[in-house]
């Protein structure tokens, strides 16, 4: 069989080079994002933040059922779905300070973090720099070290070559259609819905390339595996099969989430045997019903 590794990489390379679309970046280049606020705060505040390439729309209909409860605090990164990108070469160090400056200074309490893909290693980030700032944190098929996923052995050092060679492949122009046709290939490996596909694919070719190649290379090269030990927050993390079709086992693509996790003290992990990467789309149900639950208190030993 194929290592699940290879197909989890070879789909997020196949969408970084699918992106061409180049935005302009704010006057100062320092907004590391943009954020709406609806809902009421009976229950406290729900920060949700989105994966590679995708605004805060990704969390609409999440939103509309938790925003009766909480009040919801939707993010867009810089340099996301037509989102100005930062004038910096860093880029998540940036938004994960600005995110936590936001919260300090909006004197934000009971706040629940929920992220998906890159949005779920931000929360860990954010959660275990400042753990008594965050009350609960829920990651949707996100991890601590996504170079850890081909590697448990990898570390930020041994991923840096590899993770260099990515971001200057993902950089190389390619024609519209070339882009076109491999981001349609890759964001069809992780929704099932035909509208939803659509909907995301034009998102990501709104995209600045520099933005997403550089987001990829720190997600490659910043290891939280050690670090979300400091994390106080209960957290939940949804992971999907990854290669089940490639005849990767239920078991072994279990431990590739579980093994990242394992150093936060009070976690509960949750596999869907058939969603794909965007959980949220192909069975908003079954989510749900695991954040109520969640957040409500239950599910932990």
């Known amino acids: 069989m194929k290592k699940l590794p290879v197909i ?4 997020i390379t196949s969408l970084i080079l699918g992106i061409t679309a180049v935005v302009a970046t704010p006057d100062n280049g320092t907004k590391a994002f943009k954020v709406t606020v609806t809902g009421t705060n009976k229950s406290g505040n729900i920060l ?3 994966g590679l390439g995708c605004p805060g729309e990704v969390w609409n209909e999440t939103v509309a059922v938790f925003k009766k409860e909480y009040a919801c605090h939707v993010f867009t990164l810089a340099g996301f779905a037509g989102q100005p990108a930062l004038k910096t070469n860093a ?4 938004v ?3 995110i936590i400056t936001y919260i300090d200074k909006k004197q934000l309490k009971n706040v629940t973090l929920i992220g998906h893909s890159l949005g779920g290693f931000m929360s860990f980030w954010i959660a275990a720099e400042r753990p008594n700032l965050i009350q609960k944190l829920v990651s949707v098929d996100g991890l601590p070290f996504l170079g850890g996923m081909q590697n448990p052995a990898a570390t930020s050092q041994s991923m840096q070559p590899i993770a260099q060679q990515m971001k200057e492949q993902m950089l190389k122009p390619v024609s519209k259609e070339v882009a076109k046709k491999n981001q349609l290939r890759t964001v069809q490996a992780m929704i ?3 509208a939803r596909i659509k909907q995301v694919l034009q998102w990501n070719l709104k995209s600045d390339p520099k933005a997403i190649a550089q987001a990829m290379y720190e997600l490659y090269t910043i290891d939280l595996r050690q670090q979300v030990a400091n994390i106080k927050a209960p957290t ?3 992971g999907v099969w990854w290669g089940k079709e490639y005849g990767a086992p239920l078991e072994a693509v279990k431990k590739n989430y579980t093994r990242q996790i394992a150093r936060i003290p009070q976690h509960q992990f949750l596999m869907h045997k058939s969603a794909k990467h965007f959980i949220m789309y192909d069975d908003k149900t079954w989510m749900i019903q695991k954040l109520r639950a969640f957040l409500k208190g239950a599910g932990f030993k």
């Open 192 to 194: 099932s819905s035909e």
């Open 8 to 11: 989890f990489i070879s789909l």
């Open 48 to 50: 949700f933040i989105p």
């Open 91 to 94: 880029m998540l160090p940036v």
């Open 236 to 238: 939940l993390v949804m």
């Open 96 to 98: 994960k300070d600005q």
